[in-house]
């Protein structure tokens, strides 16, 4: 794979020339947005820290979290093209045993640039860490918002499987046809899809990382092939892998020196065909009760 690299205010930029692009850079993010174009992204999704004080974040007082995010989430909204979407995934702050949702607390600040939200997505998974005090948290949310009512929305190619894919009209002039729709149903607004742990395929040394899959059915059902889709807090890349695995221009950024070289070998693979990701729509395992 052929790629060219500069340095540019001592940070490495290495675009990918193919069909599909990736720009990726170890930046600070609002100086990496604002060097972008307005309206230029279709998409713009991500995961921001949750103020947990974990390895890749650094613990801030709230009050300066909000307006850490009121900043991000302006220069979003900026970027956003006149027919695209923000996809702002978030989970909990806990501070001292007590819950502060993310997402309610951010939806006012998407509201200041008259976004409309069309969905808060639940994303729940099976693991994680087991509290003592209160049950276990197995979801988190996924905000989207729109800048206007003209949107792209596909919703075939993101389509799972119907659970009654030979029901039929039971009445009516289609009486004894089938109801169902031959490509499938809608996902819905709640979505049972694996978190990326020790032994997930898509692993890396990212301790909170996108799940590609979660990713990916954002950017085909919010963009068509040649768009631009932004990840401002890129980690190690998993929305750009979802981006450029459906021929989609990936945009994004760190300030993590060995996450976004994680990016870039992750990104290299996938052109090079050998990097593994688990498939969108595969189905969560069912142990049988005699697994160990």
């Known amino acids: 794979m052929q790629t060219s690299a500069k340095n540019i205010h001592d940070q490495t930029v290495v675009p990918f020339r193919r069909a599909t692009t990736a720009h990726i ?11 972008q174009k ?39 909204a900026r970027l956003l093209h006149p027919n695209g979407s923000i996809c702002w995934q ?68 993101v389509r799972i499987p119907s659970k009654y894919p030979w029901k039929k009209h039971f009445k009516g002039p289609k ?26 395929v898509e692993k890396t040394d990212h301790p909170c990382q996108f799940p590609v899959g979660l990713v990916e059915r954002l950017v085909l059902a919010l963009t068509n092939p040649g768009e631009n889709v932004l990840d401002p807090y890129l980690g190690v890349g998993s929305s750009a892998i979802a981006a450029l695995k ?20 992750r990104v290299e693979s996938f052109f090079a065909g050998t990097l593994r990701t688990r498939p969108m729509n595969k189905p969560v395992y069912d142990p049988d009760g005699r697994d160990e």
């Open 246 to 265: 459906n021929n989609r221009n990936a945009y994004g950024c760190d300030i993590v020196q060995e996450y976004v070289d994680i990016a870039n070998k």
């Open 38 to 76: 307005k309206g230029s992204m279709k998409l713009i999704i991500t995961s921001p820290p949750y103020n947990l004080g974990k390895s890749y974040e650094q613990h801030t007082p709230y009050e300066l979290y909000i307006e850490q995010q009121a900043v991000a989430i302006a220069e979003a």
């Open 175 to 200: 009486r004894g046809e089938i109801s169902s729709n031959p490509l499938g149903k809608n996902p819905s607004d709640v979505w049972e899809i694996p978190n990326v742990k020790a032994n997930h």
């Open 90 to 157: 978030v989970g909990n702050h806990v501070d001292d045993g007590e819950v502060f949702p993310l997402d309610i607390l951010l939806y006012p600040l998407f509201k200041i640039h008259r976004l409309k939200l069309r969905n808060r997505i639940v994303w729940t998974f099976g693991h994680g860490l087991h509290c003592q005090k209160r049950f276990s948290g197995r979801h988190e949310t996924i905000l989207w918002f729109t800048k206007s009512d003209d949107y792209t929305f596909n919703l075939d190619p």
């Open 25 to 35: 850079e170890c930046r600070d993010n609002i100086e990496f947005m604002r060097s």
